[in-house]
C-alpha cells in the first residue's frame, strides 16, 4: 500500500506563491516518477510538472518559469514551487507517483494523492 499526503494548498492573490508538499509512505515499493497534476472545473486534469529518477524535470508550458518541482528521494517526498501564480492556475492539485514493487519490477503502478485545492484571486 502507497499512501501519498498533500499539503500547502490555499488562497492567494495573483502574482503571489504557494508551495505544495507530498510525502509518500509505505514499503517494499521504489518510486521512479514523481509529479503534479491539476484539475480545474470542466477541464481535463492535466500535467504540472515531473520528476523521474533521474532528477530530469518535466514542465507544462504553462507554467515553465514559474513553477519548480523538486524531491528527496531519502524521505520520498516531492514539491512544487509555484511563483507569479495566475487565475488560471486555479485548479485542484494532485500528487502523483509511478512505483514499482520491489518484488515484481516488471510493472508500474500509477498512485494519486487526495487532492489539495489552489485558488488564485485576481
Known amino acids: 500500500q502507497v499512501q501519498l499526503v498533500e499539503s500547502g494548498g490555499g488562497l492567494v492573490q495573483a502574482g503571489g506563491s504557494l508551495r505544495l508538499s507530498c510525502a509518500a509512505s509505505g514499503s517494499s515499493f521504489r518510486i521512479n516518477v514523481m509529479g503534479w497534476y491539476r484539475q480545474a472545473p470542466g477541464k481535463q486534469r492535466e500535467l504540472v510538472a515531473s520528476?523521474?529518477?533521474?532528477?530530469?524535470?518535466n514542465y507544462a508550458e504553462s507554467v515553465q518559469g514559474r513553477f519548480t518541482i523538486s524531491r528527496d528521494n531519502g524521505k520520498n517526498t516531492v514539491s512544487l514551487q509555484m511563483n507569479s501564480l495566475k487565475p488560471e492556475d486555479t485548479a485542484v492539485y494532485y500528487c502523483?507517483?509511478?512505483?514499482?514493487?520491489?518484488?515484481?519490477?516488471?510493472?508500474?503502478?500509477?498512485?494519486w494523492g487526495q487532492g489539495t485545492q489552489v485558488t488564485v484571486s485576481s
Open positions: 520528476i523521474p529518477s533521474s532528477g530530469r524535470t
Open positions: 502523483h507517483v509511478r512505483i514499482t514493487w520491489t518484488y515484481n519490477l516488471a510493472r508500474e503502478f500509477d498512485h
